[in-house]
């Protein structure tokens, strides 16, 4: 899968930040799992006409 450089480097940091969360919170990992997949979810929609909304 090939994504535009913008999605992809904000994906990357974004998992940089998941990183640091599963290191000092090991316990949260099924919210921050929902929490990604959220925040994608946004900026698919993001990329799209609103015409959904």
């Known amino acids: 899968m090939t994504f535009p450089i913008s999605l992809s480097t904000s994906i990357l940091e974004d998992a940089n930040i998941l990183i640091l ?3 000092y919170k090991p316990n949260s990992r099924i919210l921050i799992n ?3 997949r959220y925040n994608y ?3 698919m929609m993001a990329k799209k006409p609103n015409t959904a909304l």
Do not use: S
């Open 21 to 23: 969360f599963l290191i």
């Open 34 to 36: 929902k929490v990604f």
């Open 41 to 43: 979810k946004l900026k």
